[in-house]
C-alpha cells in the first residue's frame, strides 16, 4: 500500500517562501514520477510541478515558472517543492501525488495522494 505523506505548509507573507516536502512509502520511489498539485477554496485541483523519475525533468505550469521548484531525494523517498515570491492566489491546500506518468508537458496523477497541507499567503 502507497502512503503519501506531506509537511512544510503554514502561513506566509506576500512575497515569502516555503518548503514543502512529501515523503513517500510502498513503491519503488527512485522509479517514479511525482507531483505536486493544489486546491484553492471554489477552484478545481491544478497541477503545480512535476519531476521525471530520474529527477533529471521537470515540469511547471507557466504561473509556477520561476517561482517554484521540484526535486526528489531518492535516498531519503522524498520529494520537495521549494515555492519563493509567493502570492496570495498561491493559497491552497497542496497535495503529492506519487508514480503517476510524466512528460515534458504534462503530469498524469496517479490515485497515491496525500492528505494535503495547508498553504496560506497573506497580502
Known amino acids: 500500500q502507497v502512503q503519501v505523506v506531506e509537511e512544510g505548509g503554514g502561513l506566509v507573507q506576500n512575497g515569502g517562501s516555503l518548503r514543502l516536502s512529501c515523503s513517500v512509502s510502498g513503491l519503488t520511489f527512485s522509479r517514479k514520477p511525482m507531483g505536486w498539485f493544489r486546491r484553492a477554496p471554489g477552484k478545481e485541483r491544478e497541477l503545480v510541478a512535476a519531476v521525471s523519475w530520474n529527477g533529471v525533468s521537470t515540469y511547471y505550469p507557466d504561473p509556477m515558472k520561476g517561482r517554484f521548484t521540484i526535486s526528489k531525494d531518492d535516498a531519503e523517498s522524498t520529494v520537495y517543492l521549494q515555492m519563493d515570491n509567493l502570492k496570495p492566489e498561491d493559497t491552497a491546500l497542496y497535495y503529492c501525488?506519487?508514480?503517476?506518468?510524466?512528460?515534458?508537458?504534462?503530469?498524469?496523477?496517479?490515485?497515491?495522494w496525500g492528505q494535503g497541507t495547508q498553504v496560506t499567503v497573506s497580502s
Open positions: 501525488n506519487a508514480g503517476g506518468v510524466y512528460s515534458t508537458s504534462f503530469y498524469s496523477p496517479s490515485d497515491s
